[in-house]
């Protein structure tokens, strides 16, 4: 049985650019963190192996303190380390991957055609961005070499992709005669899947950096059986979370409302607030200054609504006012949440008779 930790899009040193400079900062030291994070993850949980699917770096431009946690953190690791160059941090001679001060537990795939290493318990395969974008398939006329071992491949690659990003066909995945196909560039975690023989999966990336990026980030921790059936769990590693919270103001003291909305979650994460529903002009820098012991950091988008008095034309001649009169006598009428349900109708049908787009 073998164990691989199996990790991808650490983006490393990323700007972070909608953060406040010192947050982008504190952020980037965060992102150095996950590397200790993740070797003591491997080390804890026993890894045979580790993988690290590409864009581990954000770019070229990486800071002494990055390189120099990374190479530590990295060496702690008592098992093999493999790296894939992704489209954001793809290999050249100058890159930091052509750098002397790898550990010597670490391979580097340079090369954009899979390259093969025989380890004692399987067949390590792996390939490079060499450059910004990849037209062809990293998979293209790839076929493992007879062995008895299982075959593990680590690559960047976009699966059934239409970009410029190595776009991997299932049936190129299929017909690969892999074990597991170690994939990142995907930022979302996919879980594990298959086609044909060969399992194959995405980690997603380790540390949110937008809201575009949501929830719980990590690795997987994958498992190869004797009889090479192969199974991934998901190990979350994320310092913060990235969340996106609706908060209905209608009727509600709107910083008591924010309040509670924002007491549900985790202080550590990053937060957009929504704000719907109807409520006077707000004091949005005053609700966010109130609400920041809620959240590491906050923003906040008001969308709401200049209040509407649904029974203001009631007393007309016209066919709005003769719904109005129906709709009161049906309200008058009802009980428990039918009440409530017939209200909404009302503001559908004012929408609908005035041209609205009005929701409850």
């Not at 100058?94 to 537990?105: E, H, I, M, R, T």
């Not at 998901?234 to 008591?256: H, N, S, V, W």
């Not at 994460?269 to 200054?289: H, K, M, W, Y």
């Not at 012991?293 to 709401?304: C, E, F, K, S, V």
Request: negative net charge.
């Amino acid at each position: 049985m073998l164990h691989i930790l199996h990790a991808a899009d650490l983006h490393l040193d990323a700007p972070f650019a909608a953060l406040t400079a010192e947050q982008a900062r504190q952020r980037r030291s965060e992102q150095r963190q996950l590397l200790d994070a993740l070797a003591d993850a491997a080390i804890e949980r026993g890894a045979d192996l580790v993988l690290l699917s590409g864009d581990l770096l954000d770019s070229a431009q990486t800071y002494r303190e990055t390189a120099q946690t990374l190479a530590a953190a990295l060496a702690r690791i008592p098992a093999p380390v493999a790296i894939a160059p992704g489209n954001h941090d793809f290999y050249t001679p100058s890159s930091l991957y052509a750098a002397d001060f790898w550990p010597k537990n670490v391979t580097i795939f340079r090369d954009s055609a899979p390259q093969r290493i025989a380890l004692p318990d399987l067949e390590l395969y792996g390939c490079a961005f060499t450059g910004q974008f990849r037209d062809d398939s990293p998979l293209s006329s790839f076929r493992t070499a007879p062995s008895d071992k299982p075959s593990v491949m680590v690559c960047h690659g976009d699966v059934e992709g239409t970009g410029r990003y190595g776009s991997i066909s299932r049936q190129e995945i299929a017909g690969s005669g892999l074990t597991y196909l170690a994939l990142g560039h995907v930022h979302a975690c996919s879980g594990l899947r298959r086609e044909g023989g060969t399992y194959w999966a995405y980690p997603g990336c380790a540390e949110g950096r937008g809201f575009d990026e949501l929830g719980d980030k990590g690795a997987l921790w994958v498992t190869i059986a004797d009889d090479r059936a192969v199974t991934a769990d998901f190990l979350p590693l994320c310092r913060r979370r990235y969340e996106i919270l609706e908060c209905d103001l209608t009727g509600k003291d709107p910083a008591q409302a924010v309040a509670q909305a924002l007491s549900q979650g985790r202080a550590d994460d990053v937060c957009r607030l929504i704000l719907t529903g109807e409520a006077p002009a707000l004091d949005l820098s005053g609700l966010l200054a109130a609400a920041r012991p809620y959240r590491w950091a906050l923003t906040a988008r008001d969308h709401t609504r200049v209040p509407q008095d649904l029974w203001a034309r009631e007393g007309e001649d016209s066919l709005t006012g003769l719904f109005l009169r129906e709709m009161r006598r049906r309200i008058d009428a009802a009980q428990g949440t039918e009440r409530a349900t017939l209200e909404k109708a009302v503001r559908y049908g004012l929408a609908a008779l005035e041209n609205g787009e009005d929701t409850p």
